[in-house]
């Protein structure tokens, strides 16, 4: 049975979209079958797969709000092992359609639950607000990845997600837990960089994962070739530093045997 993890923040400009992309391309080049679930009407994560928003006839709204199958829904990716379910502009109108609706904050649990067991993993993509698709999102995993800005205000929102996350918990999903805290952006010469990664460590303790996602000019250029950051370019740093994070992931969730010493690639040569 797969695992589903949300990456989840409604702060946008934080590494979300990239996270949820790059984090399943390299669960499927690790050889472990893994769904994308572009649950943002900005549709970014279907696109940084190579789909076209604008092709995507059927999409995870018709999952939601008519009940669709998604096995007809789901589209095979060049990248080895990963498929994708697509949003769609639509998206944005599912909120309301949802609202009457009875149980409605389990609708996206229930679509998931029919290909859960076809994968290892399933990373959902949430869009950058507290609406009901994101609660849906939470309702529907396993566990969350919390993506964080190394900057100023990094902080800011946090704890209001977090709290989202306690609610979901108590009333919706008891099983739902932090996957992790994942620090984005980093940039090793700013000073303020390192103050902020010192700060989340200090308050979240283990909750933060140990790899660090540094700032990288390829992570920016991939989304605009359609492409994964480990097809665009498999030696640059993003795609180390989201392999590293792929194989913390599976050791914390004792789903490799990976030696202490052989849990991380080196950065220091790269």
Known sequence: MGKIISIANQKGGVGKTTSAINLA???????????????????????????DPKTVKTSIYECLVDDVEPRDIIISTENPNLDLLPAHIDL??????????????????????????????????????LGLITVNSLTASDS????????????????KLLNTVKIVQSKLNPELGIEGILLTMYDTRLRLANQVVEEVRMHFLEMVFDTVIHRNTRLGEAPSFGETIIMHDASCKGSINYLNLAREILQKNEMTRIKDNEKYIDLSNG
Request: with cysteine; aromatic share 8%; net charge negative.
């Open 25 to 51: 391309a390299c669960f499927g080049v690790l050889e472990y079958k893994t769904l994308l679930v572009d649950a943002d009407p900005q549709a970014n994560s279907t696109s940084g797969v190579g789909v």
């Open 92 to 129: 944005v109108g599912a909120e309301i359609e949802l609202i009457n609706m009875p149980n409605r904050e389990y609708m996206m649990r229930n679509a998931l639950a029919q290909i859960k067991d076809d994968y290892d993993f399933i990373i959902i993509d949430c869009s950058p607000s």
């Open 144 to 159: 969350v990845v919390v993506p964080v800005q190394c900057e100023y205000f990094a902080l800011e929102g946090l704890g």
